[in-house]
């Protein structure tokens, strides 16, 4: 059966241009967003060990703080003096990671291996998971041993809500500023403002105001830090939207806010206790100093169970991030083009070599009537 020029030159034109569509694939592989959603889903199922983490400079940012903030000093001194140490801190990790940034020449991989370095959900899904096991088999002098290293509250004193609150707020806390807010700024500044987020949360960590020594050095570094969470609080909020009464938990947030020492931190613990019906904040104590916090949230004292209901919220809440991100560069992205039907070539003819439109009509040999 002899083939119909029309339908081959339509099949033709239905023919998807796979170059182009490998193309695009590339193109959407180096988006901010696909590269972050990379690195997160890395982080989140690779077993990492904590040497892979910024926190590992924790103890050496305290060892240099030991030389600047010495004792018998003025307080604007060590107020000057945490600022110093703080600015020089983020000046050379910040020129290390622009030059980092300027030789790759905008690699993705180097992106994603550094966000590995930077994003911490691992270890406080670890802390969390042990910490729920251990108040379910009512073992609170093992639960009391797996919080403490990371929170600076004093444990020996907590019964098992206790622990239960201070986990919640310890992992609210971690998630939001370590994890969260990293995501946040690494869209906003890339690299850069990864490391800068990250940098702050490990600094305000290791000068910590709650501590007497560094009531007065740590300020800068707990402002700072306070001040990186505005944008990432304002990224939460919207991720809330889709929760169980997003409004009462935006109102319990700004009474956090404005209630709480630290505000942004406030805001989001009142936020989060608020949307799982939980209390958070209250009374705690501090290198033998009872500090009382005001009560945050929701109405009902936190359980073990709670614990595991925090991390999936704020794990739901960092998926729901991540789509609007991804939503979002694919809208603003002008590198995409659409898939389009690859168009049958058109072959030009020369002028004196076009044949003549009646002879196409006459049959060979007729003649014209």
């Known amino acids: 059966m002899e083939e119909n020029p029309l339908e081959t030159l339509m099949a033709e034109g239905l023919r998807p241009d796979f170059n182009l569509l490998a193309e695009q694939l ?144 310890s992992a609210v806390l971690r998630l939001f500023g370590s994890w969260f807010a ?65 409004l009462a938990a935006i109102r319990a947030g700004l009474e956090g806010f404005r209630s709480y020492p630290m505000g942004i931190s406030g805001y989001v613990l009142a936020l989060m206790g608020k949307s799982l019906g939980i209390s958070l904040g209250g009374p705690r104590y501090y290198e033998d100093v009872l500090c009382r916090y005001p009560r945050l949230g929701g109405e009902r004292d936190p359980q073990s169970h709670d614990l595991l209901r925090v991390l999936r919220r704020l794990r739901i809440n960092g998926v729901l991030f991540l789509g609007l991100a991804i939503a979002g560069n694919l809208c603003l992205s002008e590198e995409l083009p659409a898939i389009a039907p690859k168009e049958p070539e058109s072959v030009t003819v020369p002028a004196g070599e076009r044949p003549d439109p009646l002879e196409e009509l006459l049959p060979q040999g007729g003649t014209l009537i």
């Open 182 to 246: 990293v995501m946040v700024w690494f869209l906003l500044l890339g690299n850069l403002g990864a490391v800068l987020m990250a940098l702050s949360a490990v600094l305000s960590e290791a000068f910590n105001v709650k501590r007497q020594r560094y009531a007065t050095f740590g300020l800068f570094a707990a402002r700072l830090n306070q001040a990186l969470l505005i944008p990432p609080a304002l990224a939460l909020t919207v991720t809330m939207l889709v929760s169980r009464h997003p």
């Open 26 to 169: 590339t193109r959407l592989a180096a988006l901010p967003a696909t590269e972050l959603t990379l690195a997160v889903l890395l982080e989140m199922l690779l077993p990492l060990s904590t040497l892979w983490s910024l926190s590992r400079l924790t103890p050496t940012f305290e060892d240099l703080a030991l030389k600047v903030n010495r004792e018998g000093r003025m307080q604007s001194q060590r107020y000057f003096a945490g600022f110093m140490l703080c600015m020089l801190i983020l000046l050379v990790i910040s020129l290390l990671t622009a030059l980092l940034t300027a030789l790759s020449y905008g690699d993705g991989i180097v992106s994603v291996l550094l966000l590995l370095f930077l994003l911490r959900l691992n270890p406080v899904q670890r802390l969390i998971t042990s910490l729920s096991a251990a108040l379910d088999r009512d073992e609170k002098k093992s639960a009391r041993r797996i919080l403490q290293p990371f929170v600076l509250r004093q444990t020996a004193r907590l019964s098992a809500m206790g622990l239960a609150k201070a986990g919640c707020e």
